[in-house]
Structure formats: structure tokens, C-alpha cells
């Protein structure tokens, strides 16, 4: 019965967001029941198809011939901060490696006038594609319909643009925040208080806030007696000491149960000042996860107890594969939504695992068949005969 009452909780809470987000937001299409152009739905999750996604003759497998010879991508980030971009970049490099590609990584420093003229450069030099990671479309879509107009293919990665033509794929940011939610609010019985990490003018923390709002609101004995969030080179170690102040403000057993942290490099400057203040009765509830993170949530009595993510190297991968798909003429989708997971310390082994080992407690982690057209393996086959 009470799962059934959690069910019923959960459905009503989204069919209200997902009603203010029709209204408020350029991402009807997220919302939609029906799957964008160039996706089916099958067993209630979208996969991408194309002209040669279903082919199994020799002549349908055949290379396209604009990917008889290498091409050049240009990857465009708004920042690399963190183990989750540096694990990112590794996924592209590692697909356009296989593909027999060269790519180019540009790293605009939180500075989105840089990044519009990275993407101005990536056109100059007649890339065969472009990644953007992070971004936003006040900034990004007046080069990026150049692009678009030269013929060099567009795919962003938690961005909110809106062009036709340009595939944006997520890692559904609202659902991560959700699952992290609501597995804290089952945790405190739906009663405490709370600290909350946040920073504004990034698409995926403005996507991870709305459900926030709405959290707030499903659940008023919970209450957020801190917020505070910067973005920085350092932001775990300025993560960190913010943390130490909240800490000293509050400094009794109860006066804190939990800290909702938007991104892991949150989550890691706050794990760290709890464990030196030796207030391991607070737990730390995060978004987003890599190796160092998961090493930190599975030592003995650590306060970082759950986190919500996607698997940030295959992000890379599938971005990577539907830039070729665009190369190739394929048909793809105007958005993707890769599904996140719950990773929760009392899932893990006692033993260390990684990333890559965590499919093995993870059900469907890092386990992606998006994007995928069968001459990407005749295309891999030829660059391993070099």
C-alpha cells in the first residue's frame, strides 16, 4: 500500500511539473509522450532510427561515402571542471578514435562569448562537425544556425537550443534530480533540514531547480535552511569551505540532516567538510558520478550515501555517434534523453568497483544502444586494419 501511495505521489507530482513546463519552457518535445522526428518508441523508450539503423545487406553496411576519409569534429565545452568532464572528453576521444577521426577540444572557461567564437572558429575551419557541452542559446544560436546553413552538423549535449537541424541530447536532469529527491525524502520520513548546493546559468541546474520547486512543495516539512553555490576552477575546494561555514552556523546533532548537491563537485566539497567536522550524521544526496566519486561514496561511514547520473563517457560516445549519423545524411532526433540511474551505497560491494565494473549492481548502467547504424562497425573494422 504505501508503494502504491508513493506511485500515486510521484505521478501527480510530475503531471504538475510537466504541465508548468509545457507552459514555461522550448521543450515540448522533452515532455511529449510522442517521440521526435526520426524516433520510435518501443517498450516506452525512444530509439533512434535512420535510413540504415534496421540494414543488415552488405551494400546497406557499406562506409557513406563521406566517411571514407577521416573528418575533422570540433568539441566545444563551456567548462571542463571535475572527474565527470574529464571522463566525458575521454568517451568523444574514445569514440572518434575508433571512427578514425580527429577531434579538437576548445574549453571556453565558463565564458560563453568564448565559446560563440569557438564555434565561429569550428566553422572557419570547416569542421565536419560540432559537439557543444553545456552552453546556451542567448549565446550559442546565432553562430550555430551559421553552422547549420554552411552544412556542418550541430550536436549539443545540456544545452537549450532550439534549432531545427541541430540534435540536443540530456541526461533528463529532471528525472536525476527527482530520483536523488526522493530517495532524501524517504530517508528523513519526509521530515528535516536541509542544505541545498545550486548554481544558476548552467541549462541542466535551471532543468534540476524546477524540480526542486516542486519538491519544496510535495514535501513542506522538509526544510532548506541554507542555500548557497559557485562555479569555479576549484569548486569542490570552495565547495568545501562554504560548507565548513554552514557547519559552524550549525553546529548541534540535528541541526542539519542532509544536503541536496546539484552537481558531484558539490557533493564532493561537502562530503570532505563533513567528514573533517566529524558530522557524519549529515548525508550528502548528489547528482552526476565518476570513479573518484564513487571511491568516496563507498568508504567506510561516508556521508555521500545516493546519487543520480548517466554514465558521462557513453554521453560523449552517443554524442559523438550522432555527429557521424548527421556526416552520413542519417536521419536523427531533435532530442535525446539518455536514462539516468539511482546509485545507492548500500548497492554497492564491499570491494571497490569502477565505473566501468558498475553495470555489474547497476541494472542498464553505461549499457546505451543509441545511435548506432551497422556500418558504424565496417567503419571501426577498417581504421583497426590500419
Request: hydrophobic share 40%; aromatic share 8%.
Given at each position: 500500500?504505501?508503494?502504491?501511495?508513493?506511485?500515486?505521489?510521484?505521478?501527480l507530482l510530475f503531471f504538475a511539473v510537466f504541465s508548468i513546463l509545457a507552459?514555461?519552457?522550448?521543450?515540448?518535445?522533452?515532455?511529449?509522450?510522442?517521440?521526435?522526428?526520426?524516433?520510435?518508441?518501443?517498450?516506452?523508450?525512444?530509439?533512434?532510427?535512420?535510413?540504415?539503423?534496421?540494414?543488415?545487406?552488405?551494400?546497406?553496411?557499406?562506409?557513406?561515402?563521406?566517411?571514407?576519409?577521416?573528418?575533422?569534429?570540433?568539441?566545444?565545452?563551456?567548462?571542463?571542471?571535475?572527474?565527470?568532464?574529464?571522463?566525458?572528453?575521454?568517451?568523444?576521444?574514445?569514440?572518434?578514435?575508433?571512427?578514425?577521426?580527429?577531434?579538437?577540444?576548445?574549453?571556453?572557461?565558463?565564458?560563453?562569448?568564448?565559446?560563440?567564437?569557438?564555434?565561429?572558429?569550428?566553422?572557419?575551419?570547416?569542421?565536419?562537425?560540432?559537439?557543444?557541452?553545456?552552453?546556451?542559446?542567448?549565446?550559442?544560436?546565432?553562430?550555430?544556425?551559421?553552422?547549420?546553413?554552411?552544412?556542418?552538423?550541430?550536436?549539443?549535449?545540456?544545452?537549450?537550443?532550439?534549432?531545427?537541424?541541430?540534435?540536443?541530447?540530456?541526461?533528463?536532469?529532471?528525472?536525476?534530480?527527482?530520483?536523488?529527491?526522493?530517495?532524501?525524502?524517504?530517508?528523513?520520513?519526509?521530515?528535516?533540514?536541509?542544505?541545498?548546493?545550486?548554481?544558476?546559468?548552467?541549462?541542466?541546474?535551471?532543468?534540476?531547480?524546477?524540480?526542486?520547486?516542486?519538491?519544496?512543495?510535495?514535501?513542506?516539512?522538509?526544510?532548506?535552511?541554507?542555500?548557497?553555490?559557485?562555479?569555479?576552477?576549484?569548486?569542490?575546494?570552495?565547495?568545501?569551505?562554504?560548507?565548513?561555514?554552514?557547519?559552524?552556523?550549525?553546529?548541534?546533532?540535528?541541526?542539519?540532516?542532509?544536503?541536496?548537491?546539484?552537481?558531484?563537485?558539490?557533493?564532493?566539497?561537502?562530503?570532505?567538510?563533513?567528514?573533517?567536522?566529524?558530522?557524519?550524521?549529515?548525508?550528502?544526496?548528489?547528482?552526476?558520478?565518476?570513479?573518484?566519486?564513487?571511491?568516496?561514496?563507498?568508504?567506510?561511514?561516508?556521508?555521500?550515501?545516493?546519487?543520480?547520473?548517466?554514465?558521462?563517457?557513453?554521453?560523449?560516445?552517443?554524442?559523438?555517434?550522432?555527429?557521424?549519423?548527421?556526416?552520413?545524411?542519417?536521419?536523427?532526433?531533435?532530442?535525446?534523453?539518455?536514462?539516468?540511474?539511482?546509485?545507492?551505497?548500500?548497492?554497492?560491494?564491499?570491494?571497490?568497483?569502477s565505473m566501468n565494473e558498475l553495470s555489474q549492481y547497476i541494472p542498464g548502467?553505461?549499457?546505451?544502444?543509441?545511435?548506432?547504424?551497422?556500418?558504424?562497425?565496417?567503419?571501426?573494422?577498417?581504421?583497426?586494419?590500419?
Amino acid at each position: 500500500m504505501k508503494r502504491f501511495k508513493a506511485l500515486s505521489s510521484l505521478f501527480l507530482l510530475f503531471f504538475a511539473v510537466f504541465s508548468i513546463l509545457a507552459g514555461c519552457t522550448h521543450e515540448q518535445d522533452a515532455v511529449s509522450s510522442k517521440p521526435a522526428n526520426g524516433a520510435k518508441t518501443t517498450n516506452n523508450k525512444t530509439e533512434t532510427t535512420s535510413s540504415h539503423s534496421t540494414a543488415t545487406s552488405d551494400e546497406q553496411a557499406a562506409i557513406p561515402e563521406k566517411l571514407k576519409k577521416p573528418v575533422k569534429i570540433a568539441a566545444i565545452m563551456q567548462l571542463s571542471i571535475g572527474t565527470f568532464s574529464s571522463q566525458y572528453i575521454a568517451g568523444v576521444k574514445e569514440q572518434v578514435q575508433k571512427f578514425g577521426g580527429d577531434v579538437q577540444i576548445y574549453n571556453a572557461d565558463n565564458d560563453l562569448t568564448k565559446m560563440a567564437s569557438y564555434v565561429e572558429t569550428a566553422i572557419t575551419q570547416n569542421v565536419d562537425a560540432i559537439l557543444l557541452d553545456h552552453g546556451r542559446a542567448d549565446a550559442l544560436e546565432g553562430p550555430v544556425k551559421k553552422a547549420v546553413a554552411k552544412g556542418i552538423p550541430v550536436v549539443a549535449f545540456d544545452n537549450d537550443l532550439n534549432i531545427p537541424g541541430v540534435t540536443v541530447i540530456d541526461q533528463d536532469d529532471y528525472s536525476l534530480a527527482w530520483k536523488t529527491l526522493k530517495t532524501l525524502a524517504e530517508d528523513l520520513n519526509g521530515e528535516g533540514n536541509i542544505v541545498t548546493i545550486w548554481v544558476g546559468g548552467f541549462t541542466p541546474m535551471e532543468r534540476r531547480h524546477v524540480i526542486y520547486d516542486a519538491f519544496k512543495k510535495r514535501y513542506p516539512n522538509i526544510k532548506e535552511i541554507a542555500k548557497f553555490g559557485t562555479a569555479s576552477a576549484n569548486t569542490a575546494l570552495d565547495t568545501q569551505t562554504q560548507m565548513e561555514a554552514i557547519l559552524k552556523k550549525y553546529p548541534n546533532k540535528g541541526d542539519i540532516d542532509a544536503v541536496f548537491a546539484t552537481w558531484d563537485e558539490f557533493a564532493k566539497g561537502a562530503t570532505r567538510a563533513i567528514e573533517q567536522a566529524g558530522r557524519t550524521e549529515i548525508k550528502v544526496y548528489g547528482i552526476d558520478l565518476s570513479d573518484e566519486d564513487l571511491q568516496m561514496i563507498q568508504k567506510p561511514n561516508s556521508p555521500w550515501v545516493a546519487t543520480t547520473a548517466t554514465d558521462p563517457a557513453e554521453v560523449g560516445r552517443v554524442q559523438v555517434r550522432f555527429a557521424y549519423q548527421k556526416i552520413a545524411g542519417e536521419k536523427t532526433p531533435n532530442i535525446y534523453s539518455l536514462e539516468p540511474h539511482l546509485v545507492k551505497r548500500s548497492d554497492l560491494p564491499d570491494k571497490q568497483v569502477s565505473m566501468n565494473e558498475l553495470s555489474q549492481y547497476i541494472p542498464g548502467w553505461g549499457q546505451s544502444n543509441v545511435a548506432i547504424s551497422p556500418w558504424m562497425k565496417t567503419l571501426e573494422a577498417q581504421v583497426n586494419k590500419k
